[in-house]
C-alpha cells in the first residue's frame, strides 16, 4: 500500500529503520508498562498541548476526520465548526485538557459527558446513508488520525520518532479510547497493526466529502474574526488573505499521497517544502517563554471579549487601538472590499437588531442558512459544556431546547420542509417568545443556581458568562434573580435585545 506520508518525509513508521528521538530530550523514559500511559504526568500526548506545531497537525487529523463518510455527513449535518471556529477550538482544548489532566474524576466526567454528546448525533446524510458518531469504528478513526498526524508532525519537523517511542506513544492514544468505554479490538492492539489498518482506511473509506471541503477552501477563505479582533474587519481579512492559502496548501500536501489523487486535491508547485518549512518555522515557537504559548492562554485570548471584565481585556482594547491605526493604514496602501453592512444598529447592549442578522449570527449555530434541531442543540451543548453540567440537568436542558423546537416548527416552518429560513423566521418573529423559550430559561436558571438558593451569585454568573454582572442584571445584593435572568434571556433569544453576557455566549464566532 501507498505511505501514508509524503514520499519525501522519510521511512515509513513500521520499517523498523532507526530513527531519533524526537520530543523535549533525547531518551525520554515512557511510563511503566502496569501503568496507564496516556495519564502519566511525563505522557509525551501532554507535550502536545503547548506544542505550536500540533496546531497544524489536529488541522491535518480533522481534515481526515471529514473524509470519513460518517463523520463528514455528522459534521455538516450538527457541526458549529464553520460558524463559531474559535468557540469549537476553545471547547476542544478545554476537554482534551480534562481528559488529559491529573484529575481522574474529572477524565471520567468528561469521558461520559462526550458519550453522552456524541449518543446524540446520528441521522441519515444527503445519500441517506446512516452515520453514528457512537459507531466503534468511527471513533477508532477519530483517534487513528490523531495519532498518525501527530507522527507526522514529528516528521516533518525533521525531529522523526524511534520504534520505541511511537510505541509509547501509540499506547497512550490507546488508553485514551478506552477511557471512552469502548472495547479493545477497534484500534489494532500493536503498532505493527496499525499501520496496515490506517492505510486501509486511508484506501477504501475516505472520500472526497463535503466537510473536507469545506474545511480546506470555504473555512479558510471566510473564517470569521476572533473576538479579540472584531471591528477590525481590514486588519483581519488582510492577514485571512494572505494565511488562508498557506494553511490549505500546507495541509493539502501533508496528506497521504494516494488520498489527494484520488480525491482529485490539488498540490501546488513547491507545497511539500513549503509545508516542512512550516512545522520546522513553527516549531522554533516552542523556544519563547513558557507563558507566551500556553495553549489555554493563546485559545482564551482569542475568545475575549473586549467588553469582559477580564484584566486581560484593558491590553486588548490597548491593542486593538493600535491595529485600528494600522488598519487605516493598509485601507490607504491596498483597499480591500468593504465588508457587508450589518442590519443591525449599533454593538451596544440594549440596541435593537435586525431579524436576519439576528436569525445568521445567534439561531443558525451550523451556518447552513436553516434554523433547524441541530441548531439548537448545538446552543444546549454549548450552555452545558459551559455549566459543566452532568445528569439529569444536562438532559433537561436538551428537552427544553427539543420542546422550543417543536413549538418554533409548529409556528415559523410553513413550507412543512422541517426547518425554518430566515425569510420565514422574520415573518414571524413576535412567535420566538412562547411558553416553550420561557422553560428553556427556567432550566438554564436552575443548572446555573448550583445552590439551590433561587438566585445567581457572582461565581454561579460567571461560570456561565465568564464575566461579571453587567449593571443592567444584577439585582441589588449583587445577585440576580431569576425574574431578571428569564426576562434578558427572552430579550436576548427573541432578538429583540442586544446583550453583552448573551453575545458573547451564543452568537460569537
Not at 193 to 218: C, G, H, M, Q, S
Request: glycine share 8%; aromatic share 8%.
Amino acid at each position: 500500500m501507498t505511505s501514508s506520508v509524503p514520499s519525501d518525509s522519510g521511512p515509513h513508521p513500521d520499517s523498523g529503520e532507526p530513527e531519533a528521538t524526537a520530543g523535549h530530550g533525547p531518551g525520554q523514559p515512557l511510563p511503566p508498562a502496569d501503568a496507564d500511559p496516556a495519564f502519566d504526568p511525563g505522557a509525551r500526548f501532554r507535550q502536545f498541548f503547548n506544542d505550536p506545531r500540533w496546531a497544524l497537525a489536529m488541522l491535518r487529523a480533522t481534515v481526515l476526520e471529514a473524509a470519513h463518510p460518517q463523520i463528514g455527513a455528522a459534521l455538516i449535518d450538527s457541526s458549529t465548526f464553520v460558524a463559531h471556529p474559535w468557540r469549537r477550538l476553545r471547547n476542544t482544548l478545554l476537554s482534551m485538557q480534562r481528559m488529559f489532566g491529573a484529575d481522574d474524576e474529572v477524565r471520567q466526567r468528561e469521558a461520559a459527558r462526550l458519550n453522552r454528546m456524541h449518543a446524540r448525533l446520528s441521522g441519515t446524510d444527503a445519500r441517506d446513508q446512516p452515520y453514528d458518531a457512537m459507531d466503534p469504528q468511527v471513533r477508532a478513526w477519530v483517534v487513528a488520525t490523531m495519532y498518525e498526524s501527530a507522527v507526522t508532525m514529528y516528521r516533518l519537523s525533521g525531529q522523526p520518532l524511534d520504534q520505541s517511542t511511537m510505541e509509547g506513544l501509540y499506547a497512550e492514544f490507546q488508553a485514551f479510547l478506552a477511557v471512552l468505554g469502548d472495547q479493545a479490538g477497534h484500534l489494532p492492539p500493536t503498532l505493527q497493526e496499525f499501520w496496515p489498518y490506517y492505510d486501509r482506511v486511508v484506501e477504501e473509506e475516505l472520500e472526497n466529502t463535503e466537510a473536507l471541503r469545506i474545511i480546506l477552501y470555504k473555512l479558510f477563505d471566510h473564517l470569521p474574526a476572533p473576538a479579540v479582533l472584531e471591528g477590525l474587519p481590514t486588519v483581519w481579512a488582510a492577514g485571512r488573505a494572505l494565511a488562508g492559502p498557506v494553511l490549505g496548501a500546507v495541509t493539502v500536501a501533508s496528506l497521504p499521497e494516494s488520498f489527494r489523487r484520488r480525491a482529485g486535491l490539488p498540490e501546488l508547485p513547491g507545497a511539500r517544502t513549503l509545508t516542512q518549512s512550516a512545522y520546522l518555522a513553527i516549531g522554533l515557537a516552542r523556544f519563547l517563554p513558557d507563558d507566551w504559548i500556553q495553549a489555554e492562554a493563546v485559545a482564551g485570548l482569542l475568545t475575549l471579549s473586549p467588553d469582559s471584565d477580564d484584566p486581560r481585556a484593558r491590553t486588548v482594547t490597548a491593542v486593538r487601538d493600535g491595529i485600528k491605526r494600522a488598519g487605516a493604514l493598509i485601507r490607504l496602501i491596498t483597499p480591500l472590499p468593504a465588508e457587508p453592512p450589518s442590519t443591525g444598529s449599533t454593538d451596544s447592549a440594549g440596541s435593537r437588531r435586525g431579524a436576519e442578522e439576528f436569525f445568521h449570527a445567534v439561531l443558525d449555530q451550523t451556518g447552513d442558512g436553516y434554523l433547524t434541531w441541530p441548531d439548537l442543540a448545538a446552543m444546549a451543548r454549548e450552555l452545558s459544556g459551559r455549566l459543566d453540567l452532568d445528569e439529569p440537568e444536562e438532559t433537561r436542558l436538551y428537552n427544553a431546547y427539543a420542546d422550543w423546537w417543536k413549538e418554533l416548527q409548529t409556528a415559523l416552518d410553513s413550507d412543512g420542509d422541517g426547518r425554518v429560513s430566515a425569510e420565514e423566521y422574520a415573518a414571524a418573529v413576535p412567535t420566538l417568545a412562547g411558553p416553550a423559550l420561557i422553560r428553556v430559561a427556567d432550566v438554564l436558571f436552575d443548572a446555573t443556581d448550583t445552590d439551590g438558593d433561587q438566585s445567581i451569585d457572582a461565581d454561579e454568573y460567571r461560570a456561565l458568562f465568564r464575566t461579571g454582572f453587567g449593571r443592567d442584571l444584577a439585582d441589588t445584593g449583587g445577585t440576580c434573580s431569576r425574574s431578571a435572568f428569564v426576562k434578558d434571556f427572552l430579550s436576548f433569544m427573541s432578538g429583540r435585545e442586544r446583550s453583552k453576557a448573551y453575545d458573547p455566549l451564543l452568537a460569537q464566532a
